[in-house]
């Protein structure tokens, strides 16, 4: 495999497991709007972005570690989750919470700085 090529499938791992970081705030959201399972729509849209989430992540750690894949999931959907947190239900934003969210965006980039693909 050139490097061209094995640099292309490690971006688009990354764009995947963004995406998946994505959809996991997704279905953070949909689980709060579905008040603990009660409302129908928002249960099954929570078990429907939950799906897709997981298996963005699985195809992700095909070629990421998976240390690396799992920290980075979690992490944008903490960031994302807390950020609509605040904007979608009104909790609060404080210096402290927002320095702790500049850490978790420094900690996403430096896995992404220091991460190599896993030996095919």
Not at 70 to 87: H, K, T
Request: include cysteine; proline fraction near 5%.
């Amino acid at each position: 495999m050139s490097a061209t090529a094995g640099t292309t499938t490690t971006a688009t791992a990354w764009f995947v497991l963004i995406l998946a970081g994505l959809f996991e705030v997704g279905w953070a959201v949909s689980l709060k709007y579905s008040k603990g399972f009660t409302r129908f729509w928002p249960s099954v849209s929570t078990i429907v972005l939950l799906a897709v989430s997981m298996v963005l992540l699985g195809i992700a750690q095909r070629t990421l570690p998976l240390g690396t894949a799992y920290a980075v999931w979690v992490g944008v959907g903490a960031f994302g989750a807390a950020i609509l947190g605040m904007l979608l239900f009104d909790e609060p934003v404080t210096p402290m919470r927002v320095a702790c969210l500049a850490l978790l965006i420094a900690s996403i980039v430096g896995l992404r700085l220091t991460s190599t693909p896993v030996p095919a």
